[in-house]
């Protein structure tokens, strides 16, 4: 297959359209938890070695002798939607980067699934048939989507495959998108793929879509035997902050035979009908999680404060768990990441070793928030770059902005913090210790992250909760105010937590 010459191009968003913030252009140009804006051959020199879906697609594509051709590559942390001028602007560079390209024969692009603009509700589907009119039928247009995409018509319309991350935390996001490459050496071959797709009947909050449990664990077994059977089934489980009628989750699968693929999504859809019991989407309250934080441990407890996830649009600056935790007396307790860059500053104005009144968290007028006012010791500080050593991003960079580390100081709570400048979800370790601060040193580790955290954090801890905290993603889908979707709630058991006994360590079922 060589000299086949493959375009490829990446645009990601992942938009929370309650989200506090858009994203403009700038956000899309600068770094944040992944690289700023790649142009041509940075595409391909940036992203190198990286568990990113087109650093993964471009080590296999070579290897198979594909000529690659770099355009673009950008992302944006997730927020609110994307304007109408960041859309436009970085789609046009990239439809004229496709026609400058001279004569291609494929087309791989690294696409979220998940993005909603000012003016388009399926920002990906625009994407795809802006490309698939200039390509036109008969150049294969392949592309990966993040387990998080509300895969809609439009978007397996105009693309002859869509390769989804079978894992969350993302550890596969280099493989899904090498996992396009045989696809495009099958298509470029002449062979013609059939595609079924479906949507499932349900939502799925993000914090009970761990792939390592029940019933994902078992639903993700599946692609995997229909691979062995030459069928390619393709599963998202939704974002659900994206509001618009096709968010939920879907599976799309492709054969040569349509039966082939219609047989795969039907097992696929009755399996989660079968198994829509088995989610388990409980949370603590914050008055469980100080009951919890009061235990004694041979490990680190993790309390995920999952709607203030950065990382699916949360502003990274809510205050009810920190609050409930200072005011319990809470010990040994390490929290971050804050977004909060007037604090950072005040704390490098202060200098390393200074005592500085800081009013920490809520700057992004999200209703109902407010800071807490301590006084804090600057253990640290930091320009925030941060080598992630996860096994989710391991050898890339976290810009984080000017860092601090911080400790409180003249309260009975033991607790120490890391604010950032730039908003970043804290799913790794070196968040932490990369400014001298080392989770398995603390009782209690809490993270504003949903999921992807378990990836870096399980390993070192005893026990994982989710905490139920106001923010700006919500995972009680029942609080959102949905004005679009047209997929009902789950359907799942109550897990309670049993609050009469402080020092049980198991939860209670109640089916
Ligand atoms: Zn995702």
Redesign the pocket.
């Known amino acids: 297959m060589a000299n086949k010459r493959i375009a490829i191009a990446g645009f990601q968003h ?1 938009t929370n359209c309650y989200g506090a913030t858009k994203a403009g252009l700038i956000e899309f140009e600068m770094a944040d938890s992944w690289p700023g804006m790649l142009i041509s051959a940075q595409v391909i020199s940036e992203t190198e070695g990286m568990n990113l879906p087109v650093a993964g697609f471009t080590e296999a594509a070579k290897a198979t002798g594909f000529e690659v051709v770099p355009i673009l590559w950008c992302s944006a942390e997730p927020s609110a939607q994307v304007s109408d001028h960041a859309f436009e602007t970085i789609c046009g560079m990239l439809l004229d980067g496709i026609c400058k390209a001279g004569q291609i024969d494929g087309i791989y692009l690294d696409l979220h699934g998940a993005m909603v603009t000012e003016a388009f509700a399926d920002g990906e589907g625009e994407i795809l048939r802006r490309v698939r009119e200039i390509v036109g039928p008969d150049v294969p247009v392949v592309a990966s989507l ?3 995409a509300n895969v809609s018509a439009q978007m397996v319309e105009h693309a002859d495959y869509l390769s989804i ?1 079978r894992s ?1 935390p ?1 550890l596969d996001m280099a493989e899904t998108g090498a996992r396009c490459v045989p696809v495009l050496q099958r298509l470029l071959a002449g062979e013609t793929l059939h595609k079924v797709f479906r949507t499932m009947p349900y939502l799925i909050p993000l914090h009970a879509q761990h792939t390592g449990s029940a019933p994902f664990n078992e639903i993700y077994q599946l692609p995997v035997r229909f691979e062995r059977q030459k069928i390619l089934a393709e599963i998202a489980l939704g ?1 659900t902050a994206a509001d618009f009628p096709d968010t939920g989750p879907s599976c799309v699968a492709y054969a040569a035979r349509a039966q082939q693929a219609t047989v795969a999504v039907e097992e696929i859809v009755n399996l989660f009908v079968a198994r829509e019991a088995d989610i388990d989407c409980s949370m603590l309250s914050l008055e469980e999680a100080v009951l919890i934080s009061r235990q004694s441990r041979e490990k680190p407890v993790v309390l995920a404060d999952v709607q203030d996830n950065a990382g699916a649009g949360g502003t990274s600056d809510t205050t009810g768990l920190l609050a409930v935790l200072i005011e319990s007396g809470a010990k040994s307790v390490l929290m971050g990441l804050f977004h909060d860059p007037e604090s950072a500053k005040e704390a490098h104005v202060a200098g390393e070793g200074a005592l500085v009144k800081l009013a920490i968290g809520a700057k992004s007028n999200l209703a109902g928030h407010v800071p807490v006012n301590a006084e804090f010791e600057v253990l640290a500080l930091g320009d925030g770059a941060c080598r992630y050593t996860g096994e989710m991003y391991g050898g890339g960079v976290a810009t984080l902005g000017k860092t601090a580390a911080l400790r409180l100081v003249g309260h009975e709570a033991e607790v120490d913090l890391v604010l950032t400048s730039i908003r970043n979800q804290c799913l790794d370790r070196a968040h932490f210790t990369h400014i001298g601060l080392n989770p398995k040193n603390y009782s209690v580790i809490c993270v504003k992250s949903t999921t992807h955290f378990r990836a870096d954090f399980e390993p070192i801890a005893g026990e994982v909760f989710a905490v139920s905290s106001p923010g700006a993603f919500l995972c009680d889908l029942e609080k959102i105010p949905y004005t679009c979707i047209t997929r009902r709630l789950p359907k799942t058991r109550e897990t309670v937590f049993d609050t009469s006994k402080a020092d049980s360590k198991k939860k209670i079922l109640i089916l």
Request: cysteine-free; overall charge negative.
């Open positions: 992942e993040d387990l998080h991350f969350y993302h974002f």
